[in-house]
């Protein structure tokens, strides 16, 4: 049974920082695709981050680009989002995602390609 536990979310203040960790268990981790979403109150969710199999091989929603960086430790079944010079905007719900990559250097930008998703972690960014 796959599950995957986001965890780090919280409150603070804009301009500050904050890392999101979504551990992994009940699949070989390092054949998966992973990836970041949000859904902020009254909106639909919305793509954050992805990073391939490869872990050099990472893609980010133009709102996020340059502030946030997506990585993963495949020793510890983890993918993990640091958010740096948080916005008001950034505020949501946070979601990790798996899928099973055939190739190395697949990046999912689509909620619908994922199989697996998290209860996701609440991230509350004050102005």
């Known amino acids: 049974q796959v599950q995957l536990v986001e965890s780090g979310g919280g409150l603070v203040q804009a301009g500050g920082s904050l890392r999101l960790s979504c551990a992994a268990s009940g699949l070989t981790f390092s054949n998966y695709a992973m990836g970041w979403f949000r859904q902020a109150p009254g909106k639909e969710r919305e793509f954050v981050a992805a990073?391939?199999?490869?872990?050099?091989?990472?893609g980010y929603a133009d709102s996020v680009k340059g502030r946030f960086t997506i990585s993963r430790d495949n020793s510890k079944n983890a993918v993990y989002l640091q958010m740096n010079s948080l916005k008001p905007e950034d505020t949501a719900v946070y979601y990790c995602?798996?899928?099973?990559?055939?190739?190395?250097?697949?990046?999912?930008?689509?909620?619908?390609?994922?199989?697996?998703w998290g209860q996701g972690t609440q991230v509350t960014v004050s102005s």
């Open positions: 995602a798996a899928r099973y990559a055939r190739w190395p250097s697949v990046v999912l930008k689509r909620e619908n390609e994922y199989s697996y």
């Open positions: 990073i391939a199999t490869s872990s050099s091989i990472t």
